[in-house]
Each structure stands twice: as C-alpha cells, then as structure tokens.
C-alpha cells in the first residue's frame, strides 16, 4: 500500500497556501482589468456588462483574501512565530491598504447594475484611478509577502513511502 499526504491548498488556512491564493486572486483580477480597460469606447452591450461583472466579482474576492485571510493568519501567529517581523509590517501598511480597499469597494458599488452608456461614461477615468490605487495596494502587499518569504522556515519537502517488501531486502548470513 503506497502512503501519500494529500493537501487541501484550496481550503487550507497555513500562511503559503493563503499566500498563493491572494497572488491568484490577484492576478485573475489584473487580467480581468486589463480586458476591461482595453475595450474603447465603452458601450453597454452584454459582452462588456459580462466582464465588468466578472472583474468586479473577482476585485472582491481579491480585496477579501489580504484581510480577512491572509493578515487573519498572521496574527493569530504564537508569540514565538518567525513571522513577527512581517506580522508588525503589516500593522504598519494595513491603514494604507484598507485605503485602497475603500477606493476599490466604491468603484464596485457605482457599476453594481450599470444599466446605460451613461452610467459607463466616466468609467475609463475611474478605471485608471483604480489602477493607480491597485498599484499602491500591490507594493504594499509585496512587502509584506517579502517578509513574509524571508521569514518563512524551510519547508520538508512530502514525499509518498514506497512500501518496502520483506523480499527484497538484502539476507544478512
């Protein structure tokens, strides 16, 4: 019978994992903006009303995973935790953060059900202030994440035993 440990990354709450889910979330929000973004002029047709849904949905889900998981998981870090330093980093730069999670939560709500060109006029203008803000929240983060990383300890690498059969051991005489 072979033994395997199997992880649950999706659901796990140990510091990396929820690293590596913040930096997914991240990323598929970017992506999603850069579509956003590129499509000029902004007319209110379905395919646009889609992916304006689609990245407002995946700014939440992105804004919610720095908070509520990630700066969760360093402070309920022992008092003895290797991750201290990055623990007290992130006190320092959480106000600035949960700036830009304010100005990202306002642009949610304005075009929560945009219905009309006018409710997208101004959208280019509020895209690009939002890129600038999601700009500043990035750096702030990689700080941490780069405290975060220089403060990790080494990870063992798990690996599945192979059973060993009495047979193929060597017979000592």
């Not at 990396?16 to 209110?44: E, G, H, I, T």
């Not at 059900?113 to 203008?125: F, M, N, Q, V, W």
């Not at 405290?147 to 017979?171: F, G, H, K, N, T």
């Amino acid at each position: 019978m072979n033994a395997a440990i199997v992880v649950d990354s999706l659901h796990s709450k140990a510091l990396p994992d929820l690293v590596r889910k913040l930096l997914a979330a991240r990323q598929q929000s970017l992506v999603l903006y850069n579509k956003l973004a590129a499509l000029k002029p902004f007319v209110l047709t379905e395919p646009v009303q889609h992916l304006l849904r689609q990245f407002r949905q995946s700014l939440v889900d992105y804004l919610a995973l720095g908070p509520f998981e990630v700066y969760q998981a360093l402070e309920d870090q022992p008092a003895d935790s290797p991750y201290n330093p990055a623990r007290d980093l992130a006190r320092q730069l959480y106000a600035r953060i949960a700036l830009t999670t304010q100005t990202a939560l306002v642009f949610h709500d304005r075009y929560d059900g945009a219905s009309s060109d006018t409710d997208l006029a101004e959208l280019r203008e509020e895209l690009s202030l939002l890129g600038e803000d999601l700009a500043e929240r990035i750096e702030l983060e990689d700080r941490i994440l780069a405290a975060l990383r220089d403060a990790a300890p080494p990870q063992p690498e798990i690996r599945a035993l192979e059973p060993m059969s009495i047979a193929a051991q060597p017979v000592r005489p």
